[in-house]
């Protein structure tokens, strides 16, 4: 059976839900003592408790037992070319999150016109996204979103790193070696990238790969990317 959970504080044989939680647990989920919940602490620790009291501004369980914790087997880093109306990026913090990316890397590209200013006042927003969204998905961990970069500065460390161009015609198929742990994507916004670009990004050690025929929108592409790379990868 599922239950709904929540971010919340773990102490010794207690669960304690307060603040923005207490008040989505008691007055947006309806959550009622007797019944049973999942806590996350966000340090790696998930339990299941029953509530034992709700009182005016805290609710108070009693932990039933642990909950295993399992993380992603490859974490993918999505380094991602930041668009003119950073909304976007606000829509596609609760899909990725859900798929399992595990680090945002807003990335400030030629085809950017953001500031890195702009970027830095969305992040908080974003990292709120990002917690409130792993309590349906029920990974163990936030999405974690770094500072903004120019795209000539990256320094990619992961095992395979994957940039898809359009004007790229090899595809990612399913005999690719699988034994990695760790991924970097990159993913342009309107107006793709520059052939200058890619060609730091072959430098950095990126490979080039086509998501299909046809351009797609930033934000299918995302999307497109990050699941093939989890169907061949994870």
Known sequence: MSYPRFIGNIEKNSVIITDDEFHHAVKV???????????????????LAKVEKIEKKKL???????????????????????PNHLSKIDDLIEPISELGVY??????????AVKEKDV???IKKWEKIAINSIK???RPYPLKIENPIKLKDIKANQELKIVFYEKEKRKLNCNQEKKVNSIGVLIGAEGGLSEEEINILKEKG??????GKN????????????????????
């Open 120 to 122: 830095l006042k969305k």
């Open 206 to 211: 990126f490979l080039t790969y086509s998501l």
């Open 60 to 82: 108070i369980g009693h932990i039933v037992k642990e909950l295993p914790v399992e993380e992603e087997k490859v974490k993918i880093t999505l380094y991602q070319c930041m």
């Open 136 to 138: 349906q998905c029920k």
């Open 103 to 112: 680090t945002l890397v807003p990335v400030l590209s030629k085809f950017s």
């Open 29 to 47: 989920k309806r959550i009622k003592e007797g019944q049973f919940i999942e806590v996350n602490n966000l340090k790696g620790n998930i339990v």
């Open 215 to 234: 351009i797609l929108r930033m934000e299918t592409a995302v999307i497109t990317g990050i699941c093939q790379v989890k169907f061949i990868f994870d």
